[in-house]
């Protein structure tokens, strides 16, 4: 094989569908089903402007993955059939009191500086946009410019848009190591035996520190646990992505209201808890009142693959060729996928990559340690 995947999420179903795309042989190895951890558990929003905090590399990586989807949506539902069910309606950031509008305020101004798509609404105009939300709202931010996207269902669209261009995808088919020869890697090691394979793609969200590891290099991707819940209202009460304080709510195509997340450092067990399930549903109903009238769907919880700086980790791992890390996508994997997927295709095959990956290099972490 030219490229080994370690991982079913939709960073590793990218990477797999880019690389065979552009004529690799690739296999892909996922622990448990396709969309099993936390691309399975994603609200699926594609917030480039509502998750961003400032200026800088992330927010370029943001808006460059949010461009790139435009352009995929396409070409991957004429590759598969499968529509991943994108909805392009924008995000609504709502202030509940002073504080936030302040806060809001800010980021309305510095998103305006650069040259973003960013509308301010008092209170009154954010009703008009979103009638439904809560009588008292003191003001919001509009970002017509962000969008959403069924994420296990994209995820499937991926694996099955890179079966269909050659790739082999092997379910129930955990790496336990990978192979190393001098300073080469050499392929994966599952109980099985060895994958041996030119290149190897780390994509195993936060399983990708064991990995990684295990030969003695430093992929510190920590566990960052969201529950999330859904609910079937009679009718979507809210057109866009809205965002609260406490919570946020994403109205998608088939009825349901996905509402999210909690955000929980370090914690392994990806199950929802009742007091989690309490604070969204509370939030929620505050946001938007006639919610409390919905039925209830389902519960889960994932854990969102989080790096110590807030970066992703895509490219490269220098001490050990044949190495390529694409993880720690942390909020935003779902977002960012096609274009890491490009992005570490590229680099699979010998070619650039289409934008500048040195701020997400695994070496700003600690090197390879002598092993
Ligand atoms: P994963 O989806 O976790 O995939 C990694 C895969 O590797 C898993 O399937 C696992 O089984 C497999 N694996 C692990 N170890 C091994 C091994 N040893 N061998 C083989 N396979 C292995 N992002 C957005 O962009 N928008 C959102 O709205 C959004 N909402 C979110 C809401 C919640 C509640 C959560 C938890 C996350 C959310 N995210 C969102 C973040 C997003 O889900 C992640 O950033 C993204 O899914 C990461 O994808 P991944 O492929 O790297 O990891
Ligand atoms: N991006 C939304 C979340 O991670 O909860």
Known sequence: MDVAVVGGGVIGCSVAYHAARRGASVVLLEAGEIGAGASGAAAGMLAAQAEAHDPGPLLDLLLAGR??????????????????????EGTLRVATDEQSRERLRTNHLWQKEQGLTTRWLEGDEARELEPALFPETVAALHLPEDGQVNSPRLVRTLALAAVREGARIEEYARAVGLGVE???????????????????????????????????????????????????????????????????????????????????????DPRPTLGGLAALSGAAVDLVPELSGAAFATAWGGLRPGTPDGLPIIGPVEERDALLVATGHYRNGVLLAPITGEAIAALALGEEPPLDLSPFLPGRFAEVTSR
């Open 67 to 88: 461009e790139a989807h435009r352009s995929f949506e396409q070409k991957i539902r004429e590759a598969t059939g499968l529509d991943p069910e994108y909805v392009w």
């Open 182 to 268: 001098g300073s080469r890697v050499t392929g994966v090691r599952t109980p099985e035996g060895e994958v041996a394979a030119g290149c190897v793609v780390l994509a195993s969200g936060e399983g990708s520190a064991a990995l990684a590891g295990g030969i003695g290099v430093r992929v510190p991707v920590r566990p960052v646990k969201g529950q999330i819940l859904s609910v079937v209202p009679r009718y979507l009460p809210v057109k866009s992505n809205v965002w609260g304080g406490r919570c946020y709510m994403v109205p998608k195509r088939d009825g349901r209201v996905v509402i999210g997340a909690t955000v929980e450092p370090g914690e392994r």
